[in-house]
């Protein structure tokens, strides 16, 4: 049992870790948008091509961003984490929470 738990101690200090590795930097441009529990804010973001939408969870639930037409789907995002999406192409793209019903939101990309 001691074997265990030190191994998942490892696991835990080695994600917390690669958090504030550079990779969770922040990109000029970027535009941010926050799951609260039970509603995207905004629910409506737009963005110019190339850049990223980041997701942060500030509700108090786990949440999923999927996009409805199966472009990204992100895993389950505890409280303060976050998932990013770069965005290559102009259009609309409407998306979703998949733990909560009625939980929408697009993103449309400008040239």
Known sequence: MMRLLGAAAAVVALVLACKADKIGG???????????????????????????????????????VVSDSALWSSNLLAPTWWFEVRFDSAGTFPYHCSEHSGMTGTVIVTP
């Open 26 to 64: 922040i990109r000029p441009g970027t535009v941010f948008a926050a799951a609260r529990d039970s509603f995207f804010t905004p629910d409506t973001i737009t963005v110019g091509i190339g850049l990223p939408v980041r997701w942060t969870n500030e509700g108090t639930v786990y949440h999923r």
